[in-house]
DNA sequence: ATTAGGG
DNA sequence: CCCTAAT
C-alpha cells in the first residue's frame, strides 16, 4: 500500500511530488516559517502528507467506484481528520495512513468551494489563460491529480483557470451543483431526488437575482439538467482545491485590500447559491471562509494570515464533514420519515454537541469500529465551535415559518419546520430572526445610499444577505411586529 | 416549559 | 450563542 509509505517516511517526497514541491513554495513564499503553526497539527503533518492522501482518495474514488460513500464512512473519517488535528502524533499505524487518506475524499466537497472560486477568478481576469494553461497540461486532464497543481508556482492564476477550463462547463458549475445537491449529495444513486420543488427553484432565482449586486460574472448561467458527467468533473477536480484555496489567497495579497472585500463578498454569495439543502452542509465552510477573510483582509498581516490560513484549511475539511447528511435527508422523500419521530432536541445542556450528531447513520454503518474508537479516543469537539452557521435555506425556512405563525411561536415554528434539525432551539430561531430584522433595516439603509464603494467596507461586517430575503424579512418585520405588544404593553400571542 | 430581552 | 427573568 502506498500510504504506508508516506507513513513510514515523512521526509519521502512519493511520486506526486509535483504536487508537493508545486504547492510548497506558494506557502513557503509567504510563510517561510509554516512550521511554527501554533503548536499544531500542521507542525508535524506536512503537505505533502496531505497532496499523497489526496491522491490516493482519488485513486480510490475512480478505481473502485467508490462513489457510494456511506454516511457512516463520511462520519468516521470526519472523526479520523479531527483526531489528526487534535493528536497528529499518534498517527503510528498503517490504519492511521490509511484513514489519513481516505479522509482525504472529504476534499471532494471542499472543491465544490474551489470551484466557485475559480468561477470568480476565471471571468474577471478574462479567459486569458485558456489557451496556454490547456496546453501547457498534460493532455488527459484527467489522468493525474498533478496536472491540476502543474504551473501552480509560475502563475496561481492559471492554475485556476486550468481547472476550470478543463472541464469547459465553466458557468455550468453552480447551477449542476444545485441540481445535484438538492437530492443527495453522497451517494449517486438517488436519481428521483434530484429535481426537488419548484421552492428551491424559486430561491435560485431569488439568489441569481441578487448575485449581479456582486458584480461578478455569472449572467449567463443557464440551468442545466445535472448530468453524471458533471458529478464526475467534480471529483476529477479535486486535486485543485488546496491549490485554489491558496491561490484566492496569494490574490488577495498581491491585488490588496480592496479585491479582497470583494472576493469575499462573491464568495459568500457563490456559495449561498448552494442549495438549500446542500447548504447546509456548506454552512460550516462558509463561516470558516469568510471569517477567514474578515479576520485576516489586510495584506500586511501576512504571516500571521498564513499561519492561520493553513490551520483553518484543515478546520474547513473537518468542517465540512462536520455537518451531517441530514440536511439532504431532510430535503429529499426521507424527510416524512424523520420527522415523524424527531430528534430529540439538542441536549438542554448543550455540552459540546459534537456538530454532526448524526448518530442515526452513524451507528448504521459499523463498517469501521476501529475507527470509531480511534475518534471517540481522542477529544475531538476541542476545538469545535457549538455554533452553527445559519444557512439561506435555513434563514428562509424560517422566515416561512414566521409567515406563518408570526413572530412569538418560535417552539412550533421549530417543530414543524426545524424538527430535523437537532440544533436550533426555539430561542435561536428567535435570536436568529432578531438578528435578521436588524441585519435587514441595515442593508435597506445601505440600499437608500447605493454606495458600492463605501458600501464594500462596511459589508464585509455582515455576510451580505440575498436582496429577496431582505425584503421578506422587511415586508414580515411589517406584518409581525417582532416585539408584539399590544398598546397595554403586554404580548400577545397570534392565535393560529 | 416557553418566551422576551439583554449580554 | 448564553443567560436570566417573567409567565
Same mark, same amino acid.
Given at each position: 500500500m502506498k500510504c504506508q509509505r508516506v507513513k513510514v517516511d515523512e521526509s519521502f517526497v512519493p511520486s506526486v511530488e509535483g504536487k508537493a514541491v508545486e504547492v510548497q513554495p506558494l506557502l513557503a513564499e509567504s510563510?517561510?516559517?509554516? #512550521?511554527?503553526?501554533?503548536?499544531?497539527a500542521w507542525k508535524h503533518l506536512d503537505i505533502e502528507d496531505f497532496s499523497y492522501g489526496f491522491e490516493y482518495g482519488l485513486k480510490r474514488n475512480y478505481g473502485g467506484l @467508490?462513489?457510494? #460513500?456511506t454516511q457512516g464512512q463520511d462520519e468516521l473519517e470526519f472523526g479520523v481528520l479531527d483526531g489528526l488535528l487534535d493528536?497528529? @502524533?499518534?498517527? @503510528?499505524d498503517i490504519h492511521a495512513a490509511n484513514d489519513i487518506s481516505r479522509a482525504c475524499e472529504e476534499f471532494l466537497l471542499d472543491v465544490e468551494l474551489a470551484e466557485k472560486i475559480s468561477d470568480l477568478d476565471c471571468a474577471p481576469l478574462g479567459r486569458l489563460h485558456f489557451g496556454d494553461s490547456s496546453s501547457e497540461s498534460q493532455s488527459p486532464g484527467f489522468s493525474g491529480s498533478s496536472n491540476g497543481v502543474h504551473g501552480l508556482s509560475e502563475s496561481s492564476i492559471a492554475v485556476v483557470t486550468d481547472s476550470e477550463c478543463k472541464i469547459g462547463v465553466e458557468n455550468k458549475t453552480v447551477k449542476c451543483e444545485l441540481n445535484d445537491s438538492s437530492g443527495d449529495n453522497w451517494d449517486y444513486q438517488a436519481p428521483e431526488n434530484v429535481f426537488t420543488t419548484t421552492h428551491d427553484l424559486e430561491n435560485l432565482d431569488e439568489v441569481d437575482d441578487a448575485k449581479p449586486e456582486s458584480g461578478m460574472s455569472s449572467d449567463d448561467n443557464a440551468k442545466k439538467p445535472v448530468q453524471a458527467s458533471n458529478l464526475r468533473q467534480k471529483r476529477f477536480r479535486k486535486p485543485t482545491l488546496r491549490v485554489i484555496s491558496l491561490t484566492i489567497r496569494s490574490h488577495d495579497e498581491h491585488l490588496g485590500g480592496s479585491v479582497t472585500l470583494t472576493k469575499e463578498e462573491s464568495l459568500s454569495e457563490i456559495i449561498t447559491q448552494e442549495t438549500l439543502d446542500d447548504d447546509e452542509k456548506l454552512s460550516d465552510l462558509k463561516s470558516k471562509c469568510i471569517n477567514r477573510r474578515q479576520k485576516?483582509? &489586510?495584506?500586511?498581516?501576512k504571516d500571521k494570515c498564513l499561519k492561520t490560513e493553513s490551520h483553518n484549511e484543515l478546520n474547513l475539511v473537518r468542517g465540512f464533514k462536520s455537518v451531517p447528511r441530514e440536511g439532504s435527508f431532510t430535503g429529499t422523500s426521507t424527510q416524512a420519515s424523520f420527522e415523524s419521530c424527531p430528534q430529540r432536541g439538542r441536549p438542554k445542556k448543550r455540552p459540546y454537541v459534537p456538530v454532526p450528531e448524526s448518530d442515526n447513520e452513524d451507528a448504521a454503518s459499523e463498517s469501521e469500529g476501529d475507527n470509531a474508537k480511534r475518534r471517540k479516543s481522542k477529544? &475531538?469537539? @476541542? /476545538? /469545535?465551535?457549538?455554533q452553527r452557521m445559519w444557512t439561506l435555506s435555513e434563514v428562509m425556512k424560517l422566515i416561512d415559518g414566521i409567515a406563518q405563525y408570526g413572530t412569538g411561536r418560535w417552539t412550533d415554528i421549530k417543530k414543524l419546520l426545524f424538527s430535523s434539525s437537532a440544533y436550533r432551539t426555539p430561542v435561536d430561531l428567535r435570536d436568529k430572526w432578531r438578528n435578521l430584522l436588524r441585519a435587514s433595516s441595515v442593508q435597506k439603509q445601505k440600499l437608500k445610499q447605493n454606495k458600492k464603494e463605501v458600501d464594500q467596507k462596511l459589508k464585509h461586517a455582515m455576510r451580505p444577505l440575498p436582496k429577496s430575503v431582505i425584503c421578506r424579512i422587511l415586508e414580515l418585520a411589517t406584518v409581525h411586529p417582532y416585539p408584539r405588544f399590544t398598546p397595554g404593553g403586554r404580548y400577545i400571542r397570534r392565535k393560529n
Open positions: 510563510k517561510p516559517d509554516h #512550521t511554527s503553526i501554533d503548536g499544531d @467508490d462513489c457510494n #460513500t493528536e497528529v @502524533d499518534e498517527v @503510528d485576516f483582509p &489586510s495584506p500586511a498581516s477529544k &475531538s469537539a @476541542d /476545538r /469545535r465551535k457549538h
